[in-house]
């Protein structure tokens, strides 16, 4: 069974970056797929941030400006978000994925539940 799990702070303060690490189970996330970060301001919809795939080349959403930055640590099976100088309008809950895609943007079987992480003083 692939499970996929979020950990990180739930509350950031501005200007801070911000490290969410995906826990992956049942897979190993060097065999195959694309492995992804994706992110839900409250009221808006889904937001592809970037993605690290089975070979380790990694790509991002250009939105970002560049503050996001993907890694793996695959002696863990583990991949790791990190977003720099967040702002409040980084506020949202944050699900890393698997996906057959390089850009994902709507759910899958293989979601994470996700994290919420509030950008605030």
């Known amino acids: 069974q692939v499970q996929l799990q979020e950990s990180g702070p739930g509350l950031v303060k501005p200007s801070q970056t911000l490290s969410l690490t995906c826990t992956v189970s049942g897979y190993s996330i060097t065999t195959d797929y694309y492995w992804a970060w994706t992110r839900q301001p409250p009221g808006k919809g889904l937001e592809w941030m970037g993605t690290?795939?089975?070979?380790?080349?990694?790509y991002y959403n250009p939105s970002l400006k560049s503050r996001a930055v993907i890694w793996r640590d695959t002696s863990k099976n583990q991949f790791t978000l990190q977003l720099s100088s967040v702002t409040p309008d980084d506020t949202a809950v944050y699900y890393c994925a698997r996906s057959p895609n390089r850009v994902t943007r709507t759910k899958g079987p293989y979601w994470g539940q996700g994290t919420q992480v509030t950008v605030s003083s």
């Open positions: 690290i795939n089975y070979l380790g080349d990694t």
